[in-house]
């Protein structure tokens, strides 16, 4: 990689990578051999869930690395969906949401004794969240964004973790969009680094998956160049707000819950 990692700032003063690794819908032996491909690019961001299926995979693999001395704990961000009673016992530094909107964040916030650090939502260039962005701004909220790239081909295999409703969404073609390659090519870069480039520059974490050595190196290499103000403007005019919204994550018990589902405006 050429250009040096940004990081984001939480409030406790802790520090997460701007640029992380997506790890949904990468199972069995890919997910070992990416995991092993992105540390050796340099990643050090890794997001994870339970309901991934992929966390034996994932823990053998960074425990090969943590036993041979490469790479140190403490030089890894490792997201997993943790809370206030992992922060007492030290087994996390800080606590995160995902999937929650500004009333359910605000509530949070203003209940919990350690008050949550970053919001992971789905962000990118077709929903790029700008109200909800100002409104963790404003609790010195960080936001780090899912699906960065549009989920390009995403085909959840069996039980999926998330459902991708494709019947009623808009076109998923962020990475083919004219305006994205225009400012590609003056840079030249690909379609996918430019989308990158684009949240990270709104001060946002991205966490795109790849399982592809190449391309996994390639969404690495997002730090050596700069899209102007005239290029932030053109990429900005791409939002389609909620009507670009790709992911409705649906876990069955959910429609239980009293506010589902979940049609805040942000
Ligand atoms: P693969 O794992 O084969 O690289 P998102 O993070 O937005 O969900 O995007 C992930 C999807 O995009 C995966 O299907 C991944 O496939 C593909 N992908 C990731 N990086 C790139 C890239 N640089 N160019 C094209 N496709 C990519």
Request: with cysteine.
């Given at each position: 990689?050429t250009?040096?990692?940004?990081?984001?700032?939480?409030?406790?003063?802790?520090?997460m990578?701007?640029?992380?690794?997506?790890?949904?819908?990468?199972?069995?032996?890919?997910?070992?051999?990416?995991?092993?491909?992105?540390?050796?690019?340099?990643?050090?961001?890794?997001?994870?869930?339970?309901?991934?299926?992929?966390e034996?995979?994932?823990?053998?693999?960074?425990?090969?690395?943590?036993d041979?001395?490469?790479?140190?704990?403490?030089?890894?961000?490792?997201?997993t969906?943790?809370?206030?009673?992992?922060?007492d016992?030290?087994?996390?530094?800080?606590?995160g949401?995902?999937?929650?909107?500004?009333?359910?964040?605000?509530?949070?916030?203003?209940?919990?004794?350690?008050?949550?650090?970053?919001?992971?939502?789905?962000?990118?260039?077709?929903?790029?969240q700008?109200?909800?962005?100002?409104?963790?701004?404003?609790?010195?909220?960080?936001?780090?964004?899912?699906?960065?790239?549009?989920?390009?081909?995403?085909?959840?295999?069996?039980?999926a973790?998330?459902?991708?409703?494709?019947?009623?969404?808009?076109k998923?073609?962020?990475?083919?969009?004219?305006?994205?390659?225009?400012?590609?090519?003056?840079?030249?870069?690909?379609?996918?680094?430019?989308?990158?480039?684009y949240?990270?520059?709104?001060?946002?974490?991205?966490?795109?998956?790849?399982?592809?050595?190449?391309?996994?190196?390639?969404?690495?290499?997002?730090?050596?160049?700069?899209?102007?103000?005239?290029d932030?403007?053109?990429?900005?005019?791409?939002?389609k707000?909620?009507?670009?919204r790709?992911?409705?994550?649906?876990?069955?018990?959910?429609?239980?819950?009293?506010?589902?589902p979940?049609?805040?405006?942000?």
């Open positions: 990689m250009g040096k990692m940004e990081y984001l700032t939480f409030f406790n003063g802790h520090k990578p701007i640029l992380g690794l997506g790890t949904a819908h990468a199972l069995g032996d890919d997910i070992e051999k990416a995991i092993d491909a992105a540390l050796e690019i340099g990643y050090r961001h890794i997001d994870t869930a339970r309901r991934y299926n992929n034996a995979q994932i823990g053998r693999t960074l425990k090969k690395w943590l041979s001395g490469k790479i140190k704990r403490e030089d890894l961000f490792i997201v969906k943790a809370m206030e009673g992992q922060v016992a030290g087994r996390a530094r800080s606590i949401l995902s999937n929650f909107n500004a009333r359910q964040v605000k509530r949070v916030w203003q209940s919990a004794r350690i008050k949550p650090a970053n919001l992971q939502v789905e962000l990118h260039v077709y929903f790029q700008s109200q909800l962005r100002a409104f963790c701004r404003a609790l010195d909220i960080t936001v780090c964004g899912y699906i960065p790239l549009g989920a390009p081909g995403v085909r959840p295999p069996g039980r973790a998330i459902t991708v409703d494709t019947s009623k969404q808009p998923r073609d962020q990475m083919t969009n004219p305006v994205v390659s225009q400012i590609a090519q003056k840079h030249r870069k690909t379609n996918a680094q430019v989308l990158l480039r949240v990270v520059q709104l001060g946002v974490a991205a966490i795109p998956k790849s399982t592809n050595p190449d391309r996994l190196r390639q969404n690495f290499d997002v730090f050596d160049f700069e899209l102007s103000a005239e932030m403007e053109a990429l900005e005019q791409l939002d707000g909620s009507a670009g790709q992911v409705r994550a649906f876990i069955p018990e959910m429609a239980n819950h009293p506010e589902y979940f049609n805040a405006h942000y």
